[in-house]
């Protein structure tokens, strides 16, 4: 049989059209050898998916239940992507599930479903022997997500702003409304930071019957404890937000915490300190990059950075032209990368000095920012 690496090979990481039917096909076609599913939180949003569902799933993993944790991509190994009771699946587990799920589905649906689609099924075959609870992160929008076949419990929505317009819609409101659609349960609302999302989560609710939980209001009520006495390590701003909607998706699923959470390096690359003048973060959009501005500010860094085709990098470094000393321009292997002239071009006008990164020195500030692929060439450069 076909190992899983040399399948998802043959698979393209990116489509220009979505089958939005594909999907819900394979799973109806399936879904019978799914004895029992786990209780399932499905994360959606644009920013924070990652670092929210790996809060949940700690919190929920120190109450002793058994949990799982499914984000993508990846930045070194596909393993990472499918995170069981505080570690990343084994490769024997991979190709066990793998195998199982090529006896399931049918070879006409193994081999027309996309990269994301298959690898999605197959987590859930890992999980739903394994766990109690599941925290699934939608990969792109949320209605029509591979991820949003399965029945939830609970969907937490985290910041949500312009990405993936080519898909998603060209405003917030759209952006919003396409994400925020795929709830008909209980919800959590992160703090948000463009008003039409609230309003149009309250009509999501309204019109499915389900109550939603706002995580500034909940906070603000209730007067939790600051996130500094809940957790034991230092956490920027953003992620701070970010722990407090997983404490209030906690609270909201009837669990509180127990002990003090170790929170470093809680998933990799979101801004992770991995040398004591590198900081890694995998974020690509201007949201992100106005974090990062809020988290650096005062400070200056030579930003290792590259961007897909599809991002509007002049706005990103605009944001980020406060805290630049110098762009470090990094290759980066994507059919969607950016040309190198365009990332120059757009550093020349706006004043900032470029040139191609070539290696970090010492008693230098690195902020390493652009993409998963940014990050995954300035890793394997390193080691």
Not at 117 to 122: C, F, G, N, R, V
Not at 154 to 175: C, M, N, R, V, Y
Not at 219 to 246: I, M, R
């Amino acid at each position: 049989m076909t190992s899983l690496e040399t399948f998802l090979a043959t698979k393209p990481l990116y489509y220009d059209v979505i089958d939005y039917e594909r999907m819900p096909n394979a799973y109806a076609s399936i879904r019978s050898y799914f004895s029992k599913l786990p209780k399932i939180i499905h994360l959606v949003g644009t920013n924070g998916k990652g670092t929210t569902g790996r809060f949940l799933a700690t919190l929920l993993r120190a109450q002793g239940l058994h949990v799982g944790h499914y984000t993508s991509p990846h930045i070194l190994k596909f393993n990472e992507r499918i995170w069981m009771d505080g570690r990343d699946v084994e490769e024997d587990v991979l190709e066990k599930a793998h195998e199982t799920l090529l006896t399931w589905l049918s070879p006409a649906m193994a081999e027309a479903l996309s990269y994301f689609e298959y690898t999605t099924l197959l987590a859930m075959v890992i999980f739903s022997t394994n766990c109690e609870y599941v925290i699934l992160e939608a990969g792109l929008g949320g209605e029509y997500d591979a991820t949003n076949v399965f029945p939830k419990i609970l969907s937490i929505i985290t910041p949500i702003g312009l990405d993936h317009q080519a898909f998603l819609g060209e405003t917030i409101e759209a952006i919003a409304h396409t994400k925020i659609n795929s709830v008909c349960n209980d919800m959590v609302v992160a703090k948000q930071y463009a008003n039409e999302v609230n309003a149009i989560a309250q009509k999501r609710s309204e019109a499915c019957k389900y109550p939603v939980f706002y995580v500034e209001k909940i906070w603000d009520e209730t007067g939790f404890t600051p996130v500094e006495k809940l957790v034991s390590s230092p956490l920027p701003f953003f992620l701070k937000e970010n722990f407090k909607t997983a404490y209030c998706a906690l609270k909201v699923l009837g669990y509180d915490i127990t002990q003090d959470v170790w929170v470093e390096d809680i998933l990799q690359g979101r801004c992770q300190k991995v040398l004591p003048n590198v900081t890694l973060d995998v974020g690509h959009n201007a949201m992100a990059a106005q974090a990062l501005a809020q988290t650096f500010d005062g400070k200056k860094v030579h930003l290792v950075y590259n961007s897909y085709k599809d991002k509007d990098f002049k706005a990103i470094l605009i944001i980020l032209k406060p805290i630049i000393e110098t762009l470090l321009v990094i290759e980066i292997q994507s059919p969607r990368a950016a040309f190198g002239e365009d990332i120059y071009a757009a550093a020349l006008a706006l004043g900032i000095e470029a040139q191609p990164f070539n290696g970090i020195e010492t008693d230098k500030e690195y902020l390493v920012f652009g993409s998963f692929s940014v990050v995954e060439a300035f890793l394997k450069g390193v080691k």
